[in-house]
């Protein structure tokens, strides 16, 4: 007996196949959505409010340092996909 799969639900199980080496396969479509320097300061001075200092790029998250004006500076960790703010 066959079951019918949807082009969703086998792009899907694609993007979870392990490739030679024994790693997940990466999802393409994710590493193509990732968001802008100047969009990762926005959400983090929506945040934190401040000025923003320095905006580095560190794997999958921004690193933004961020002058608030009580004189406190803080590092604000952006999700370079989704823009969700931690710190």
């Given at each position: 007996m066959f079951a019918s799969l949807s082009s969703n639900a086998v792009t899907t199980l694609g993007n979870k196949l392990n490739d030679s080496q024994g790693m997940w396969v990466q999802d393409k479509q994710k590493k193509a959505k990732k968001?802008?320097?100047?969009?990762?300061?926005?959400?983090?001075?929506?945040?934190?409010?401040?000025?923003?200092?320095?905006?580095?790029?560190?794997?999958?998250?921004?690193?933004?340092?961020?002058?608030?004006?009580s004189g406190r500076v803080v590092f604000v960790m952006v999700d370079a996909y989704t823009g969700k703010v931690s710190r």
């Open positions: 968001i802008t320097k100047a969009q990762a300061a926005r959400q983090a001075t929506r945040s934190y409010a401040g000025k923003v200092l320095k905006v580095d790029l560190k794997g999958d998250y921004y690193r933004v340092k961020v002058h608030q004006s």
